[in-house]
């Protein structure tokens, strides 16, 4: 008996695939008996074992303890210079083959195989193994998961829709991600509505939760490739809010909230200290610091620097001003970490809570 399977696509990068398809495999654990992963293409991927192997992949076989072949799970990783080869030389069944000869062995024994596509539904079109390739290739149906909102939203599930439409695939439904919690009711109401004016299956809608967009201090040590000063084992603090360092330091209590990061330079003395006080009290307030970064390669006072030590904070350096790293910060893609477990449990609460599983198990 063929493996049932589903492709999980987005209506373009960042749009919470990866978290989707976490709480999804969780959800399908619960209905299925034997069930694994595949990553057909990657574009960010490790050396594992000698393999090129997309770091999703590596994600979901750590998280899950999936035991099956990682070099299977994720086939086609794409390194820097690929498309200009394939260019060059193009060799579309070579790559065919190959995914479908990994999916078949991963299948094999298998009742079910979650496949997460890259990106839209045209990412990998210049190699021959764009989403709507791939899902065709593989004879599955597809999930779209977009970012909250009525117009847009509906519009880029359209127009990805039509890649799909011009493969012969069919589009199973929409999962709907990040929508704000304050206008939860209302757009659901409407994309409900517009969805099933456009002949689309709307399957749930997932609310903006902070704490999953949130970097955890090793990621913007990472990110920032910044020198640590002290606090290495605090690194998994996590990152709630960024505050650059550029006010007085009575004012800045207005601005200090939990899990801040400050990001001034070493000379800042007052507001340091300031900064400093939720975590050197004993009893509770209403601010704490994840973390600092120094910037403009200027470091604390060495009496102010025994003082941070002594609270734990991890202290970062970096040679870049404050402004270009506090939106540098702003701007990062945060990867899900395996590590996460806290991030992990809700994403799969989230995903029991608002999507109907049941359903896609009935139309895939």
Do not use: W
Request: glycine share 8%.
């Amino acid at each position: 008996m063929n493996a049932k399977r589903l492709f999980i696509a987005a209506t373009r990068q960042n749009d919470g695939k990866t978290m989707t398809s976490l709480g999804l495999y969780n959800a399908f654990q619960k209905r299925f008996k034997s069930i694994t992963y595949m990553k057909p293409v990657g574009q960010q991927f490790l050396m594992v074992n000698g393999e090129k192997i997309d770091k999703d992949a590596v994600l979901f076989g750590k998280v899950y303890g999936i035991q099956d072949s990682l070099a299977k799970m994720s086939p086609i990783a794409v390194p820097k210079g690929f498309t200009e080869d394939y260019i060059d030389h193009p060799h579309p069944r070579d790559i065919h083959d190959k995914i479908l000869q990994h999916f078949n062995a991963l299948a094999k024994g298998k009742d079910f195989v979650l496949i997460e596509g890259t990106g839209h539904a045209g990412v990998g079109s210049v190699f021959d193994a764009s989403n709507a390739d791939v899902a065709k290739l593989l004879a599955t149906k597809v999930v779209l998961v977009s970012l909250g909102g009525i117009g847009r939203c509906i519009d880029e599930i359209l127009l990805n829709k039509a890649c799909f439409d011009l493969m012969g695939v069919e589009i199973a439904g929409v999962i709907i991600n990040k929508v704000i919690p304050d206008k939860y009711d209302k757009t659901v109401a409407y994309l409900e509505k517009g969805l099933a004016y456009k002949g689309i299956r709307f399957l749930g809608a997932i609310p903006y939760v902070n704490m999953l967009s949130s970097p955890l201090m090793r990621q913007l040590q990472e990110g920032l490739g910044a020198d640590i000063l002290s606090g290495e084992d605090q690194l998994d603090n996590r990152v709630g809010k960024v505050l650059i360092g550029a006010m007085d330091s009575t004012d800045a209590l207005d601005y200090f909230e939990k899990d801040t990061v400050l990001v001034v330079p070493g000379n800042r003395e007052a507001i340091i200290m300031t900064a400093l006080f939720g975590n050197l009290l004993k009893k509770k307030v209403d601010f704490n610091i994840s973390g600092i970064v120094f910037t403009g390669g200027i470091g604390p006072d060495d009496k102010i620097f025994q003082l941070i030590k002594h609270t734990k904070i991890p202290m970062l350096l970096v040679p870049d001003d404050s402004y270009s790293v506090a939106t540098r910060i702003n701007s990062m893609l945060v990867k899900l970490r395996a590590e996460e477990t806290e991030k992990i449990a809700k994403i799969q609460y989230l995903v029991e809570k608002h999507v109907d599983v049941d359903e896609i198990c009935r139309v895939m």
